[in-house]
């Protein structure tokens, strides 16, 4: 049986050890490549968006993501680090509808389920065996901790968190100068929309509903983050701490949107075929919108944030952005950070919304 050892002293009393057994000098050989090529596991501290701190090992492999996986993965491929996900998507995500989540880390279709509708399962994480699993369940730290696994916690309620969550797995990963280059590009993508937008009068910036229509719900508080940096005005925006928001076909009435934004392609049809709404504004100009959906549906949370707010700005002020193409942007963002070359029909599917559709 081969021997390694751990440091000079370890080695030096090996080598003592093969010549008091009169090992063969090959043999010996042998030993010694054999233990100078086995890494000693070492492990390091990481801190957590809960203030928690993680025993990690010193390089990462391989990730399980628990939750809200497409948000976790997007994370993940925006380190450029796709290919360590070891999970496959919970069965409740099945589809073409995340389609893109196999085309930036296409192994984990072939990876198992840990995760089904009644939460994580502890024997398939422990059969697993990840480096360490991300969440932004609480609850799921304690379960997962049952299996002898590191957890690291990422948390998402303000906008700048997804620059915090970054800088986390940059440490993760080792990555700092990723993390950096990620949170450059988000700040500079929002201040080049925000250079044009900002002069904008209240009159001037449109009021838009972004809503699942057959369920009259707002769900994604975030949304109205990116509707203003985008320069809109949301009609959901009340100062509202909750996450859904629901309303009635007399409130949008009342709202009366310029621009409506649904979050799938299918989605327009139904909203212009809908006769409650042909007085609405947004209808009667022709100005309703499939949000794009790649890693994850953009006006949700995701690592595809900027373009969120780019893409809306454009659909928002097309003479003010008349000279930013969004193809270009999008090729360049998932390259850049997804390490992924997307075809032009890739583009055109996240931008019209069709990955999106049901």
């Not at 009342?254 to 649904?262: A, K, N, Q, R």
């Amino acid at each position: 049986m081969l021997h390694s050892c751990a440091s000079g002293n370890d080695c030096m009393l090996l080598m003592q050890t093969i010549a008091r057994r009169s090992i063969p000098l090959w043999l010996s050989l042998v030993v010694l490549v054999a233990a100078g090529a086995s890494p000693v596991r070492a492990d390091r501290l990481v801190t957590d968006m809960a203030g928690r701190t993680v025993k990690v090992p010193d390089r990462i492999a391989h990730v399980a993501t628990i939750g809200p996986v497409p948000v976790l993965n997007s994370f993940v491929f925006a380190m450029g680090e796709a290919a360590t996900i070891a999970n496959n998507l919970p069965p409740n995500l099945g589809g073409p509808r995340w389609r893109f989540q196999y085309v930036f880390a296409p192994q984990i279709a072939k990876q198992p389920v840990i995760q089904t509708g009644d939460g994580p399962s502890i024997e398939g994480v422990a059969q697993l065996a990840p480096d360490v699993v991300l969440t932004m369940d609480r609850p799921t730290i304690d379960l997962v901790e049952r299996a002898r696994t590191p957890a690291i916690y990422l948390a998402w309620r303000e906008p700048d968190d997804v620059k915090t969550a970054m800088r986390l797995l940059g440490a993760l990963y080792d990555k700092p100068d990723v993390a950096e280059t990620y949170c450059r590009y988000f700040d500079d993508s929002l201040a080049k929309v925000s250079a044009r937008t900002d002069a904008l009068s209240a009159a001037d910036r449109p009021r838009v509903l972004y809503a699942n229509l057959k369920r009259l719900t707002q769900p994604h508080r975030i949304a109205e983050w990116w509707i203003a940096k985008a320069g809109g005005k949301s009609v959901t925006d009340d100062g509202r701490t909750s996450e859904a928001f629901n309303f009635s076909i007399e409130q949008v009435l009342l709202w009366d949107p310029e621009v409506i934004i649904v979050s799938g392609a299918d989605e327009i049809a139904d909203a212009y075929a809908d006769a409650r709404l042909a007085g609405v504004s947004a209808i009667k100009k022709r100005r309703v919108y499939a949000v794009p959906m790649g890693a994850h549906v953009w006006g949700n949370r995701t690592a595809e944030q900027p373009l969120t707010v780019l893409w809306a700005a454009k659909n928002f002020h097309p003479e003010l952005f008349k000279d930013v193409s969004l193809t270009e942007e999008v090729r360049s963002f998932y390259a850049k950070f997804f390490k992924a070359g997307l075809s032009d029909n890739d583009i055109d599917v996240i931008l019209e919304g069709r990955a999106g559709a049901r």
